[in-house]
């Protein structure tokens, strides 16, 4: 009997953690975030509009898809990189007697535990940016940001390793001419 | 028992794997690193701009510009920390933001810092210091100002940096103040400011 719980156990926490490792579960911290955030708005109305997920496996079927594309094969090899997107927006109904809306400081706190660095915040006429990124090994492994502009919220999370699709951006794109903080 | 060594394994790769997070602790013992206090005060500004883009993200875009922008990514390379806060204040705050200028400016001075520029009038107060390091280069450079449209700016670079090139990391990521900055020649100030040139 005891072993077959031990048997139980261990297939179960196999079963967790290749779920994890596919991201076939949401991460917590990207529904911490969106949840503290949401907490502290009330009682002003917020209301899910869009939310994707791709985790590994969809995108594991994109880069086979992409791999086959004549003109762009690149694009298969930086998707292989990508490990996890979420994005999620809400509608933000604000009425006219509600006060100014702010990203809680509880959202960045609960973000930093777990390994996400702010590099950028931004507060002006009623919107907010925040700016994470999580750096492993002298690499690029994920951004996070948080939008509160005048009547929507919207989170975005992207890991994998992010080096080669960023620099490869940077080298067609260019660095920005000043980035807009003012 | 092979699922529970696989287990094991696995969670010790995990564990192999170090978070390159650093804080800003990490910076401090630097002489070019400078401590403005807490901005506590000025959090619930209607308008702030924080910025901190420390080694590991300035070595990744160092490297991600170096085929477009070698000079650009070579005077990144020497750098380790860009700190930029900028608080839209109040009459009442603007005082604590004087306070903190000369506080710091105090500390400064007593860490061998030199003051390049210090432009004050009735509608501005700006100061400029650097920390010289070996051949002339700056290892450290602080700006903290009060500018017309009452924003408090204080912004702190640690790490070597050639002055020549101040111009240029303003530029691309447009860091208030040091595109009035000349080190060459001669700084903008408003006529008939009371300043303080060294």
Known sequence: ?182 | MKPLLMCVLSLSLLGSVTLAQEPVEAYKAHPGYVDFGSFEKFQNSPKTVEVSIKGPLLKFVSKAVAMDDPEFSKLLDGLLLIQVNVFGVNDEQALDVAGIIKSTSETLATKQWERMVRVQDENQHVEVYTQFGENGSFTGLTVMALDEEDNAVFVNIVGTLDPEQLGKLSAKFNIPKLDELDFNGQSEHTPGDKKNEE
Not at chain 1, 38 to 64: C, D, E, H
Not at chain 1, 122 to 132: E, S
Not at chain 1, 163 to 180: N, V
């Open chain 1, 1 to 182: 009997m005891m072993k077959k719980i031990f048997i139980v156990l261990v297939v179960s926490l196999i079963v967790f953690g290749l779920a994890v490792a596919a991201s076939c579960i949401p991460r917590f911290e990207f529904l911490d975030v969106a949840t503290s955030v949401r907490a502290s708005m009330y009682p002003t109305q917020v209301q899910k509009k869009f939310k994707l997920r791709v985790g590994s496996m969809m995108i594991l079927a994109a880069r086979m898809i992409a791999s086959r594309a004549t003109d762009t094969p690149e694009i298969a090899d930086y998707l292989g990189d990508i490990k996890n997107v979420q994005i999620s927006i809400y509608d933000v109904n604000r009425d006219e007697g509600s006060v100014a809306l702010a990203i809680p400081p509880e959202a960045d706190h609960g973000l930093k535990e777990r390994g996400w660095e702010p590099f950028v915040r931004v507060r002006d006429n009623g919107q907010q940016v925040n700016l994470f990124y999580k750096a492993i090994n002298d690499g690029l492994a994920g951004v996070y940001a948080v939008v509160l502009a005048e009547d929507k919220l919207v989170v975005v999370e992207v890991q994998g390793k992010l080096d080669k699709l960023i620099e490869k951006a940077l080298q067609q794109q260019g660095l920005p001419d000043g980035l807009e903080l003012m």
